[in-house]
């Protein structure tokens, strides 16, 4: 034994012939807690030769490769749209990427910067990821080819940091989208696949001031609907010249809504000097994010058969929108299996952002050791406010074999029968969670009788022992060969309260 046990003595009484006594042994412990056993206007899909790639040399245990697969932007001249970069991940598995975009001109640029970044977050073989980004067009833009480049740094599985790239595109504006007298100056949305956002447009008034000006818009494609008809209006009462004028229309995103621009046909009714005008239509791009995605890594677990554990892990959301007030719901866990808690809060999470969860779980005696499936969904709100649900985040849970949280062995081997002697018991801590509080009391049979039958442990940190003591006497003078001793441990605490045996001999005589 260590000499981090601790002992507590007594007396016992002594016995001429050799036998075995029965000795009874429950503990009472308070557990201190548990240890988690051990995270578009213009658009194209790109080949290899219009896309120049390079990248930096890395380990080769965490080397990650991407293709720009797909690019597209909807910015008119002195106007502002959208860019949309869909990159596929070729190499090994990744986490917390991050993908910058710079521009060297700046008559095409993001905003009031010639570079932006978004998050890629993790990154699976395989998977493609599509980015978003403002971008801008200044009157003095021409309508050509404008040079842009791209790197993305990611998080290797060995924990290093890594950056790939340069990888090159050209964004080409758009001509000025006139309506007559009316001209589009931006264009946003903030569409997701599987989901309804909005389309903003800003128009100016080019010509004189006019009334009761209606504004149509009406797709021209099935992923993107504006309600059943495919067609929605906003109304203008009154519209200086000069002015410029924000409508906005819902729509609503198939789920198969992929990367790429969306037609719309625009067109402004009007009137002026007492007569109704009508513009004609002209084409503009919408570009839909991606569909809103979270992943569930590092997951661990502690579950054992007959006792409570926790689940541990961390939901990442992958973007491409905030996610407010998410909760992760734990939906199926399989039978026997029994969470304290089936929801848990994760707060509002910008795209890219992480959160550690941690369930508590209890497994009944008649669960089966090994791998459970475990099934979760993520419950938030869209940036409307609406409430939405995220696809299945399916993970193996792995439940242990049930043990004992003591392992009860003699130290005092051999009694004599007809006196009296002290039975030692060397309790070692077989659990994971630091042990508070133990009471341990013994039992015996008839001729055996304890004058002292209690002995207390403060604390056992895992695989940590104490010994225990226990005075005993005898009476008469036959014996059987050997008597049986068996310990009993109860715990109650947090964790409930459960009890265990362990036979234990003793050779008396």
């Known amino acids: 034994m260590g000499s981090g046990a601790t002992e507590?003595?007594?007396?016992?009484?002594?016995?001429?012939?050799?036998?075995?006594?029965?000795?009874?042994?429950?503990?009472?412990?308070?557990?201190?807690?548990?240890?988690v056993a051990g995270g578009i206007a213009t658009e194209g899909t790109h080949s290899?030769?219009?896309?120049?790639?390079?990248?930096?040399?890395?380990?080769?245990?965490?080397?990650?490769?991407?293709?720009?697969?797909?690019?597209?932007?909807?910015?008119?001249?002195?106007?502002?749209?959208?860019?949309?970069?869909?990159?596929?991940?070729?190499?090994k598995d990744i986490s917390n990427a991050r993908i910058a975009v710079q521009s060297p001109n700046e008559s095409v640029r993001f905003g009031e910067a010639q570079n932006a970044n978004q998050s890629g977050g993790n990154w699976s073989t395989g998977e493609r990821r599509t980015v978003t980004y403002r971008l801008l067009a200044e009157e003095f833009a021409?309508?050509?080819?404008?040079?842009?480049?791209?790197?993305?740094?990611?998080?290797?599985?060995?924990?290093?940091?890594?950056?790939t790239?340069?990888?090159?595109?050209?964004?080409?504006?758009?001509?000025?989208?006139?309506?007559?007298?009316?001209?589009?100056?931006?264009?946003?949305?903030?569409?997701?696949?599987?989901d309804t956002g909005t389309i903003s447009l800003t128009l100016e008034n080019t010509g004189r001031d006019v009334s009761d000006a209606v504004v149509s818009l009406q797709s021209q494609s099935d992923q993107l609907r504006l309600g059943e008809s495919g067609n929605a209006s906003q109304f203008v009462s009154e519209w200086a010249t000069g002015e410029d004028v924000r409508v906005e229309y819902q729509v609503t995103a198939s789920n198969d809504t992929v990367g790429g621009s969306y037609p719309f046909s625009i067109s402004v009714s009007y009137g002026e000097d007492g007569s109704r005008n009508q513009t004609e239509s002209q084409l503009i791009g919408v570009i839909p994010a991606p569909e809103q995605s979270f992943s569930l890594t590092d997951v661990n677990s502690t579950l054992r058969v007959g006792d409570e554990g926790v689940v541990t892990g961390s939901?990442?959301?992958?973007?491409?929108?905030?996610?407010?007030?998410?909760?992760?719901?734990?939906?199926?866990?399989?039978?026997?299996?029994?969470?304290?808690?089936?929801?848990?809060?994760?707060?509002?999470?910008?795209?890219?952002?992480?959160?550690?969860?941690?369930?508590?779980?209890?497994?009944?005696?008649?669960?089966?050791?090994?791998?459970?499936?475990?099934?979760?969904?993520?419950?938030?709100?869209?940036?409307?406010?609406?409430?939405?649900?995220?696809?299945?985040?399916?993970?193996?849970?792995?439940?242990?074999?049930?043990?004992?949280?003591?392992?009860?062995?003699?130290?005092?081997?051999?009694?004599?029968?007809?006196?009296?002697?002290?039975?030692?018991?060397?309790?070692?801590?077989?659990?994971?969670?630091?042990?508070?509080?133990?009471?341990?009391?013994?039992?015996?049979?008839?001729?055996?009788?304890?004058e002292e039958d209690q002995?207390?442990?403060?604390?056992?940190?895992?695989?940590?022992?104490?010994?225990?003591?226990?005075?005993?006497?005898?009476?008469?003078?036959?014996?059987?060969?050997?008597?049986?001793?068996?310990?009993?441990?109860s715990t109650s605490g947090p964790t409930g309260r459960a009890s265990f045996r362990t036979p234990t001999k003793f050779r008396c005589g």
Do not use: H
């Open 455 to 489: 002995a207390f442990i403060a604390r056992l940190e895992p695989n940590e022992s104490a010994t225990i003591a226990f005075s005993l006497s005898a009476e008469g003078e036959r014996w059987p060969e050997r008597i049986p001793c068996r310990s009993t441990s």
């Open 315 to 450: 939901v990442t959301n992958e973007g491409p929108q905030v996610a407010e007030n998410a909760v992760l719901v734990l939906r199926s866990q399989g039978e026997n299996v029994f969470p304290r808690e089936t929801e848990y809060a994760l707060g509002t999470l910008e795209s890219g952002e992480s959160e550690p969860i941690r369930y508590r779980v209890d497994v009944s005696d008649d669960t089966d050791r090994g791998p459970r499936q475990f099934s979760f969904v993520v419950r938030y709100q869209n940036q409307d406010g609406d409430s939405r649900q995220s696809k299945p985040l399916e993970t193996m849970v792995r439940v242990a074999p049930q043990r004992d949280e003591f392992v009860v062995e003699p130290r005092t081997e051999s009694v004599e029968q007809g006196s009296s002697s002290t039975v030692s018991l060397v309790v070692t801590n077989n659990d994971d969670r630091t042990l508070r509080n133990i009471d341990a009391r013994a039992f015996v049979d008839s001729p055996l009788t304890l």
């Open 142 to 163: 021409e309508i050509r080819n404008y040079p842009f480049q791209a790197f993305i740094s990611y998080t290797t599985a060995n924990g290093s940091r890594e950056r």
């Open 165 to 194: 790239g340069p990888y090159t595109f050209d964004v080409q504006p758009t001509e000025p989208i006139r309506l007559e007298r009316f001209e589009v100056m931006d264009i946003s949305s903030n569409v997701q696949a599987g």
């Open 48 to 91: 290899n030769a219009d896309i120049e790639q390079q990248t930096q040399p890395a380990d080769a245990e965490a080397t990650a490769d991407f293709e720009l697969v797909s690019v597209a932007s909807n910015v008119p001249v002195d106007g502002s749209g959208n860019l949309s970069l869909t990159f596929e991940n070729t190499g």
């Open 8 to 35: 507590a003595t007594g007396d016992l009484s002594k016995m001429n012939r050799e036998s075995l006594v029965p000795i009874f042994v429950a503990m009472l412990l308070v557990t201190q807690g548990s240890v």
